[in-house]
């Protein structure tokens, strides 16, 4: 049985805080790092050690080699690596704790923890080193550590379909934007030139998924979508009848804090992860 995608867009709305947060760029200069993007990257792939930007473009995927290179290896140098992990789950804490002032936190944190503790790892590797990072003690911060495991498992697990349909980094975004569910400037945010975005439209259109002007195709929107329900049942797959059944029974109250935040503005959509509200 495959969760709901409200499930996954409310999971995705509470990992995303931290990228949102108006002072985002502030709390990562404050330990030394330089602009939001290397706060973006070396944040997000801290969980990994102190990684090479080889190794981080290969996890993300979508981001071109390039901008990943803007941001390693020097923030390692910029900053130690317990200290931009600290001011992520402290970025959480503090954007998450207003909205979450209805909300049983401490179920929902006890109950996607629980999610975590039965999902099969394999084949999920920034998922599984987030899993391995320490769990906060106070109830926000474990919940958005936990759906911060939740999230990147379904991303490691999308990764590995985009690139057995053979979606490179690049045409996985131009697919997105010609879908709709990413925005126009979608190029940009993710580091890749002007010839590069050309030439992956340019695959697209040999496969029949867009059009000469770069729309998608009917080929395109079934493919598209096949993607998403492929990724669907991989994710399903790692998730035993436990982990499913707190899924579902965990879902409403997440699908709730996940309206909050968008109701705040804490997460803005349409927005470069392409997944829309809950």
């Not at 985002?24 to 070396?42: D, Q």
Request: proline content about 5%.
């Amino acid at each position: 049985m495959t969760q709901s995608r409200a499930f996954w867009r409310a999971v995705e709305a509470i990992h995303g805080v931290v990228y949102f947060a108006p002072d985002t760029k502030e709390r990562f200069e404050a330990v030394g790092l330089k602009g939001y993007w290397m706060g973006y990257v070396s944040s997000r792939s801290a969980a990994l050690g102190t990684p090479s930007p080889t190794l981080v473009t290969a996890l993300f995927h979508g981001f071109a080699p390039s901008i990943i290179r803007r941001a390693l290896p020097d923030a390692w140098t910029y900053a130690a690596r317990d200290d931009i992990l600290t001011t992520r789950s402290d970025l959480a804490r503090d954007v998450l704790t207003p909205l979450l002032a209805d909300a049983d936190t401490a179920k929902l944190a006890r109950d996607l923890g629980l999610v975590v503790e039965r999902l099969d790892f394999a084949g999920r590797p920034l998922a599984a080193a987030h899993r391995d990072l320490p769990v906060p003690d106070d109830d926000v911060a474990r919940l958005w550590h936990a759906a911060t495991v939740i999230r990147e498992y379904r991303g490691d697990s999308h990764v590995a379909v985009l690139t057995a349909a053979g979606l490179d980094g690049a045409a996985a975004n131009a697919l997105a934007v010609a879908a709709g569910l990413a925005p126009a400037e979608q190029r940009t945010a993710r580091g890749w030139t002007e010839d590069e975005w050309g030439a992956a439209i340019g695959r697209l259109g040999t496969r029949g998924w867009v059009d000469v002007t770069g729309s998608l195709t009917d080929t395109g929107r079934s493919a598209r979508s096949q993607v998403e329900d492929t990724t669907d049942r991989v994710v399903a797959g790692g998730f035993d009848r436990e982990a499913t059944a707190r899924a579902i029974t965990v879902e409403d109250a997440l699908v709730a804090v996940a309206r909050r935040i968008a109701e705040s503005g804490a997460v803005s959509y349409p927005n470069p992860t392409g997944v829309p509200p809950a």
